[in-house]
Structure formats: structure tokens, C-alpha cells
């Protein structure tokens, strides 16, 4: 009889403090059991991680998989086997589904769905809108509320003062806004494109969705922060201007995430994707790109998600502005990340915190984000040393296309763990494997 179900032996095991020391790790009932070199026990599976890194699953705390609604783009199936391939153990995600999550209701068959099908754990956001205050305090288990304050993807909008003071002072869950101005955006949308003007370059999107739109958006939001003593979440941060701002104006009420798109690409980038680089906020320039790296590096920004938001190719391919916003993601942060890990753009402490601990404190998650004994048994074994190139054809998400396209990227999972089962082995998904609920402190 075993001791355990898995043991993974001689990786080289990733602590919080982005120090790695050659040890074993034994997992029972789903959680770490002990860690430490030549454990003495046996177990039902033994994987031999030598030569390779053993990190917590990544976080992942925000993406859209599309289920209900959009299921061609995505669905929760889908989209955790696209997340455990790229190490990817725990995902939180977004209400703008159709029907969008907005009560129990929604939420109930959102959370039966994923205990069908996913090989991910989950979690899930509930929508604000300007009249369901009762059931965004009631309804659960959720991560926290998403205020979408401009208009995105999906019907969710709320950004009146009354309806956002109405929200704010009423409850005391984490809110998660999505920070943009819809009044400047509406304006701006009639000067660059009302009355039927022609765009051929689908660059005039982050001409529109200015850094401005975004500032007068989050001001806003660390106002009412402030006001109504509100647990405050600004999600996929993307300007200097807003950096700036947060460094001085930052409460303890009040994080910040920001996405691999804005880390690794620019509105440069407009020209060899087209509205493949199309997302909501948008590209920025190369002096927003380096605020938000100095942003992470200071604190300012406390970790990273990647706002996936699969559409297919033949959507994406419409000509602006009917092309619709938003890149997939979530199969390829951890590569990225461990690429610029590699290339020195910043040490495996930070990527830890802002990948795996970062996102796990924030939301109270409960035993995620760290490789400690008592933790869930929820890691990525990856392989530093050799690199693969992305491509579309590779990629597990049902639209099959990534903005990396090209890139050579170490750091691909070769064992994903979920629950102290094997998600994700031999580039395959093992079928039978199914994630729990995020449980919340
Ligand atoms: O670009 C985006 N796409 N930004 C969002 O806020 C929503 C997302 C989507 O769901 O497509």
C-alpha cells in the first residue's frame, strides 16, 4: 500500500522567496504532504522531475471562457485544458457571458458546468449591474464583483454616480473594475468614427481608448475606494499615467494587476498583427510598456493575469471597428514569463509573487500560490533549458491563435498538477482529471 498518491522527485522545488533546493514533494488528498530531499515514502504515482523547476500552479485571476453563450470561442472545457497546459492550475472568471453572471442562477449552472468539465480549479466573478445590488452581496461562493465602468465585450456596463456610489457604499466585497471612462469613450468613438467615417488602421483604437479614458476611470475608482472604505481591485492596468497616479494614491484598500499583452507588446504591434492586437484597454506605447514593468517592480502593481479573451480567427479578421477586442492568453503567461525570467527582466521571486502568491492573497484564496507543506498539491513542473516556438496549431484553446506567434519561449509545463493528480502530461490533457472550486478565506 502507498503512502501517497503522488511524489514528484529530485525538481528543483521553487520557494515563495524565489530561492530552489533539490527536494521531493509528496501530495495526499490534494495536498502537499511534506518536502524535503529523499523522502522515505512511496507513492501510487512517482514522477522524476530531475533537471526540471517545480513551480505552484500559476493563478490566473482573470479570464473569459466564454461558457455560457460563446461557446464556439471557448468554453470552460476548453479553456482550463488551454490553462493546465500552460500551468495554468487555477482560474477566476469573468461574469460577461451571455447570459452574463448576475445571480445565483447564472452563477449555480456556471459552477455545476465547471465541476463537469474542468481540469482546472475555478472561481468565478459576479456582475454588477445598475440594479442588482442584492444579488452581487448575496450570491456565492464568487472571487468578488466585476464593474465593467465602459463598455467592453458582452452588455455589462455600469457608470452612472449614483449607480457606482450605489455599489461602493452598499457591501463589503472585493470589487474588480474594469477602468475605463464610457463618456470619454462614447465622445471619442463619434469624433474618430461617427457618421460613417472609414478607419483602415485599426491603431485609431488606442487613439479612442486613450490613456486618459483610463485615468479619469480609475481616479474614480480609488475615489470611491476611499469614500466608502471599499475593497478596491483595478484589473488589467495599462498607462504611465495611471502608474504614476497609483504610486501616490494607493491605499491599503487598493491592488493592482496588470497582462502579459501589455508587458510584451505595443501599439507597434498593430502593424504585423492587425486587430489580432485589438483588447480593451488597449496597446500602449513603449513608455506606458516600461511604467508598467517599473509598476510591478515597485509594488505599485501587485501581480499579473492575462485578461484571456479567446475570439476566432474569423472574427478577429472583420475590419475594425467590427472586429472584436480581446487576445487569448492563458496558455502561454507562464512561458512568457519564465522567457523574461531568463532574459533578466526580473528575478523568480517576482514572478512568483505576481504569477502564484500575488493573485492567491488577494483573492483569500485558501492553500494556493505556494509550495509549503499543507498547501493544495497544485504545481507546474517546466523545463528552463530547452525553447519551443509558439505557434497557432499548437495552441489548446478552441481558436487556436496567439499574439506570441513566433516567439521562442522556455518554461512549458512538462507535468501539470491539479489536486495531486497529473492534468497535463506528454503535451497531453489526462481526460478524467477535474479541478475543485477555489475556496475563499
Ligand atoms: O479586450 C477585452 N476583451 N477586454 C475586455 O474587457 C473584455 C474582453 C472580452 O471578453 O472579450
New binding site residues.
Partial sequence: MPDCELIVRDGWVAASDGTVRKADIACRNGRIDSIGPSLELTGKTEISARGLVVLPGVIDAQV?FRDPGNTHKEDLASGSRAAVRGGVTSFLE?P?THPPTINQQELDKKLARAAECSVANYGFFIGATPNNLEHINSAGPVCGIKI?MGS???TLLVHSDDDLENIFANGSRLIAV?AEDEERLRARMQSFLGDGKKVDDVAVHSQIRDDQSALIATKRAVRLSKKFNRRLHILHLTSAVEVDYLRDNKTDLITVECTPNHLFLTENDYAHLGSFAQ??PPLRTIRDQQALWEGLKDGTIDFIAT?H?P?TKSEKAKAYPES???MPGVETSLPMMLTAWKNDQCTLKQLLKWLCWGPAEIYGMTGKGRLEQGFDADFAIVDVNSYKTVRDEDMFTKVSWSQFRGRKLTGWPLWTIVGGKIAFADNKIQEEVRGSPVRYD
Avoid: E, K, L, V
Wanted: proline fraction near 6%; charge should be negative.
Fill in positions: 473569459h469573468m460577461n465593467f467592453s465585450t458582452g474594469h483588447m480593451n485578461d479573451a475570439h472584436p477586442s480581446g
